[in-house]
C-alpha cells in the first residue's frame, strides 16, 4: 500500500481552480449575457406600382376637417388631391 498518492494533471487543475466563481454575481451575467446577433442584409426590393402604403401626416385641422365634410373616402380624396398636385408639377 502506498504513502503518498501520486499527483495527476488533473489533480493539479482541481486544486487551482475554485469551485465557485469569486464574485457570484459577475459569473451569472457572463452566462447571461446575450450573443451579438448579426444583422441579416437589407433586401432592396423594387416598389410595386400601383400600391398604398400607409403612412403618419400631419395636415392642419381645418384642411382635415375639409376632406372629411364629405363622409367616408376622404383618405382617397386627399391622395387625389395630391396626385393632380404632382401631376400639374410635372
Known amino acids: 500500500m502506498a504513502l503518498f498518492k501520486r499527483t ?5 487543475i482541481m ?3 475554485p469551485r465557485r466563481p469569486s464574485n457570484p454575481k459577475d459569473a451569472a451575467e457572463a452566462l447571461f449575457k446575450t450573443a451579438k ?3 441579416a442584409p437589407v433586401v432592396e426590393r423594387p416598389a410595386i406600382p400601383n400600391t398604398r402604403e400607409l ?13 372629411q365634410a364629405d363622409g367616408p373616402g376622404w383618405q382617397e380624396r ?3 388631391t395630391l396626385r393632380a398636385a404632382m401631376n400639374a408639377s410635372n
Open 37 to 39: 446577433k448579426v444583422a
Open 55 to 67: 403612412v403618419s401626416l400631419k395636415i392642419d385641422s381645418d384642411v382635415l376637417a375639409h376632406f
Open 8 to 12: 495527476t494533471k488533473k489533480d493539479m
Open 78 to 80: 386627399i391622395n387625389d
Open 15 to 17: 486544486a487551482t481552480t
